[in-house]
């Protein structure tokens, strides 16, 4: 690899795992400071600053409690049919541009698998990386094209292998089924333990296979 293809994949790979945080905090700057033209005045006129004298801090307090309580509608009304039929055009229409699409669909998939039982990934799996006798947790995302399972002899999967704690950046492997071990644990869980680090996961009946992956579709 060149050094200037090095560079764009590194520069690529890096605006991945910052864009979706930057974007994220600059439409709540965005939200906060469009709400404090109709809060500011509010907080005056209903003498809500009388005790700390400061008009400014207030009108912020109430106006990330106001965008808060409109993101708990909008969620809210996504879990409606109606609500999924206008946030599924969006969704259409934020995937026609091309590295928009990208961001937004990993983080909708991250963000799904952390809050519903139906996700885009098929198991949670363990990989043993990036040495022997270290394990990394894995997502299935389906079978490897067939020109793969050729080389590898054998059946072989496409397991995405994502960073802690953003699930959003990681690394695809395609590997054989004899070294792809399916463990007890749901997707949803797999991905809070990622994000979180592991801190405050419970000890459950989890455990590893002795066997490959098994009961993946085919």
């Known amino acids: 690899m060149t050094l200037s293809s090095r560079i764009k994949s590194s520069f690529v ?14 439409i ?20 809500l600053a009388q005790y700390t004298r400061n008009v400014e801090v207030v009108a912020q307090l109430l106006a990330v409690v106001l965008i808060v309580a409109a993101i708990v509608v909008l969620g809210f009304l996504a879990q409606q ?14 995937n026609v541009v091309p590295l928009v699409s990208t961001i937004y669909g990993s983080v909708r998939q991250v963000a799904d698998s952390l809050v519903e039982r139906k996700t885009g990934y098929e198991s949670v799996v363990l990989v043993e990386y990036p040495r022997e006798g270290v394990y990394m947790i894995g997502l299935v995302t389906g079978e490897s094209p067939r020109a793969v399972e050729d080389v590898a002899g054998q059946d072989a999967y ?7 704690p953003n699930p959003t950046a990681g690394r695809l492997v395609l590997l054989p089924e004899d070294q792809v071990h399916e463990i ?8 809070r333990l990622i994000v979180t680090t592991g ?9 590893v296979t002795p ?5 993946v579709p085919k």
Do not use: C, K
């Open 184 to 191: 007890d644990m749901s997707v949803r869980r797999g991905m």
């Open 81 to 94: 049919s109606v609500g999924r039929h206008l946030f599924g055009n969006i969704g259409r229409l934020v």
């Open 199 to 207: 801190m405050g996961d419970e000890r459950e009946e989890a455990a």
């Open 158 to 164: 496409n397991v995405f292998l994502p960073n802690s």
């Open 28 to 47: 709540l700057r965005f939200l906060v400071n469009w709400s404090l033209q109709f809060v500011t005045p509010v907080v005056r006129a209903a003498g």
């Open 211 to 215: 066997t490959a992956i098994e009961n």
């Open 13 to 26: 790979a890096g605006l991945i795992l910052v864009a979706p945080l930057a974007v994220t905090l600059y």
